[in-house]
């Protein structure tokens, strides 16, 4: 069975012309051009519309003013430039901004900008929902409702764009200069609409984020580690968040079924990794759970000949959760024996916590929605009962 297949996720259909305009964003250069060739325009038309859509961030034709106008009419008849809904925006006091992004289907996931200095990164969610039950994590609390597609996860960059008014911002002014596919989801359980988008997100006439910017986190799915450096060449961050089959077993489900010895040996086996391209092992500080000068040790020795850097998380923590943040002391003396290993250690900075948009504390409202419909659903049907 392909390890894309092991759940049985919901697609929603890709819409036809008989239904309605053809939305053009989330298609590759090949189907773009295809689209184009239908109505019977040359394939530069189709470099031109991906130049105003990814480029410019345009969603109106009518601007298009390089294409004649009566063929910018044809195009407004059969396609559509479009975004996500936006059900609600929140900003921190530390200027992390969060959307809760409407689907077409009225689920929803979470998107997140944090502001730095040097830099703007986006976390850009892959499913609605999460494959995954990981102890620790809020989104892992959501069960798993369907794989975003293509155009959904593009959508998400480019909503952020509007945003932001980073359309037309010179490089190094950017906004949003690096991407992180660390929001709602697994995306190696979603990868052929991940690595469909990120080539859009690439690609250098668009909206041109280089690979080196670009950062995929996964919890271990072993048999999609290679395949995703090969076809992508992104940077990869790996959950470890322990170094016992035991522990992570625990925390990390999956474990059960990829071992730290099968994730360790596909992170020494990612194509292109060196000491300029090192793996981020990313590791949950949780009290008295994973904290210890000895998980520090045994950390170091497990992951010893790997071009790597150690991601520290202080636990953000979220309602109802079963864990505590480590203390500042416990921290620093891990990140001392890692440091003083030979390995990078940042401490990452919470940002976001006071509107739930730290890492670890994604959750979208679709399952509480679901939730009380079935509920009203059933007394309704119970009302029907009881006076038929």
């Not at 992180?180 to 984020?209: C, Q, R, T």
């Amino acid at each position: 069975m392909s390890v894309l297949s092991h759940t049985n996720v919901f697609e929603p259909p890709t819409p036809l012309d008989a239904q309605g305009p053809r939305e053009l964003v989330g298609l590759s250069r090949h189907e773009l051009a295809e689209a184009v060739a239908a109505l019977g325009e040359p394939a530069f038309r189709a470099r031109q519309l991906w130049r105003w859509i990814y480029g410019r961030g345009v969603t109106d034709f009518a601007v298009m003013t390089d294409i004649a106008k009566a063929l910018r009419v044809r195009l407004a008849e059969h396609f559509t430039i479009g975004r996500p809904g936006v059900a609600r925006g929140q900003a921190s006091a530390d200027g992390t901004r969060k959307w809760l992004i409407r689907l077409t289907d009225r689920h929803e996931v979470e998107t997140v900008h944090i502001p730095e200095e040097d830099r703007g990164t986006l976390c850009v969610s892959s499913q609605v929902g999460c494959t995954l039950t990981c102890r620790f994590c809020h989104t892992g609390t959501q069960r798993l409702v369907r794989n975003l597609q293509a155009s959904e996860i593009v959508g998400q960059v480019m909503l952020a764009r509007d945003a932001l008014e980073d359309w037309h911002t010179p490089d190094g002014d950017r906004r949003i200069s690096n991407i992180v596919m660390m929001g709602m989801g697994e995306p190696l359980y979603n990868f052929d609409h991940v690595a469909k988008a990120l080539k859009i997100v690439m690609d250098g006439e668009g909206i041109s984020i280089s690979r080196r910017r670009i950062t995929l986190s996964t919890a271990g799915v072993v048999p999609m580690m290679h395949r995703c450096g090969e076809e992508l060449g992104v940077n990869l961050a790996v959950s470890l968040h322990a170094v016992t089959d035991a522990l992570r077993d625990e925390l990390v489900p999956l474990n059960r079924k990829y071992p730290i010895a099968e994730l360790i040996g596909a992170c020494r086996d990612y194509p292109g990794l060196n000491n300029a391209r090192r793996i981020t092992f990313e590791y949950v500080m949780l009290r008295d759970v994973n904290d210890s000068p000895a998980d520090a040790r045994a950390l170091v020795r497990l992951i010893r000949g790997i071009p790597a850097k150690i991601n520290l998380i202080p636990f953000n923590p979220w309602p109802g959760s079963a864990y505590e943040c480590s203390t500042a002391e416990a921290i620093d003396r891990f990140s001392k024996i890692v440091l003083d290993a030979g390995y990078a250690s940042p401490v990452r900075t919470p940002r976001g916590r006071d509107i739930l948009a730290a890492c670890g504390q994604l959750k979208s409202a679709s399952q509480r929605q679901g939730s009380a419909a079935a509920a009203a659903r059933r007394q309704a049907a119970a009302r029907q009962a009881a006076t038929g």
